[in-house]
């Protein structure tokens, strides 16, 4: 449904899940004080992918086992691609390609223009997290990151298709990995955070992280944040090795993926709040609660924080204090997490449809 036409500033896109390699979920610029609903998009099955965008292509998968490209200022359909199962995990958009992983165990390279197949590579179960990218150890090539159900991490060299390594882990890896300093950082659901080397992918440690972790890790400096299914939120410090705070209010799990910024850490929680915690100790600084469980995960940008709800409600809060600043009512739940640039939110419910919001138009 069109609604209206936008030219966007030029400004920073939001390539992948969570922004950039870090999966830190900070986005460039500043939202509006007020927003719109600018367009929607129906697809025939419920958007839990977060879209990814450059320039004016939006790229975002389907359970109706499709990858869209959308016109960002119209939201139009640019091309469409089948894939054989649900399209749940986040797409990277990396120079003129496409990567995004499908439930039917298969990694898709598309053409960003046309979405047409340049490879596929197969792992042994589904895919249901987002992919990331490293440099090759050479410098001269791109590599492929995405975890999968078979209880691997795969690197995929990004020209050819073909594997470069393997991590194997000792159950699914459900979320996307971080990358960061040389080190990529990723949880499993066996409870570990694992870190290995980017260039070879060799392990440099496994963390116990008290209980399984669905969600990915958000880096900052030295330190990985991550929310798991024993109720807690951890710090851990990836030089040591060891956990550096733990944070648990009340007895609920995490699936939401932490913002970090330099002085605070934000995520969704199934205790249907957002909690922001004090980077630095883990102290609650302060909680917001909605109507449903918060499995989206947040991204600041500026002075706001977005995010969706299972009380179908996408919000934007204050950054200094979690006081709500706007909201819209979608009505069905909003497991996406939002995707921002160009001081609009992008955002899939389970009701099928992808929205776009920004400022009203004067």
Not at 5 to 34: I, K
Not at 262 to 291: M, S
Not at 318 to 345: D, H, R
Request: a negative charge.
């Amino acid at each position: 449904m069109l609604l209206t036409a936008y030219a966007f500033a030029s400004q920073p896109s939001w390539p992948m899940f969570r922004g950039q390699q870090d999966l830190a979920g900070t986005a460039a610029g500043n939202l509006p004080d007020s927003l719109e609903l600018r367009w929607s998009f129906k697809t025939e099955g419920p958007v839990k992918s977060s879209a990814a965008i450059e320039g004016e292509r939006v790229v975002v998968g389907s359970d109706d086992k499709h990858v869209y490209c959308l016109n960002s200022v119209t939201g139009e359909k640019m091309w469409a691609f089948k894939t054989a199962d649900a399209v749940e995990g986040s797409p990277l958009i990396l120079g003129d390609h496409v990567y995004i992983g499908s439930a039917d165990a298969q990694l898709y390279k598309l053409d960003l223009a046309t979405g047409a197949l340049r490879w596929t590579y197969a792992t042994g179960d589904k895919i249901l997290g987002g992919v990331n990218w490293i440099r090759s150890p050479t410098g001269n090539t791109e590599q492929i990151l995405v975890g999968s159900y078979d209880s691997k991490l795969h690197c995929v060299d990004a020209a050819t298709g073909k594997v470069a390594w393997t991590v194997t882990t000792d159950n699914y890896v459900n979320g996307a990995p971080a990358v960061a300093g040389g080190r990529i950082v990723f949880g499993g659901c066996d409870g570990f955070l694992h870190v290995v080397s980017a260039a070879d992918g060799k392990e440099l440690a496994k963390i116990e992280a008290g209980a399984y972790v669905a969600g990915s890790v958000g880096l900052k400096e030295k330190f990985a944040y991550v929310g798991n299914y024993g109720n807690e939120v951890i710090c851990v410090d990836l030089d040591a090795k060891t956990v550096a705070w733990q944070y648990k209010e009340r007895g609920f799990p995490y699936f939401s993926s932490p913002a970090v910024t330099d002085e605070h850490v934000i995520i969704g929680g199934r205790d249907k709040r957002v909690h922001c915690l004090e980077r630095a100790t883990g102290k609650q600084l302060w909680e917001f609660q909605t109507g449903g469980k918060v499995d989206s995960s947040p991204v600041v940008c500026g002075d706001k924080i977005a995010f969706g709800s299972d009380d179908g409600r996408l919000y934007v809060l204050s950054m200094e204090n979690g006081k709500e600043l706007w909201s819209y009512e979608i009505g069905k739940p909003l497991t996406a997490s939002p995707a921002v640039a160009n001081g609009m939110i992008i955002i899939g419910s389970e009701d099928g449809s992808v929205y776009a919001f920004g400022a009203p138009i004067k």
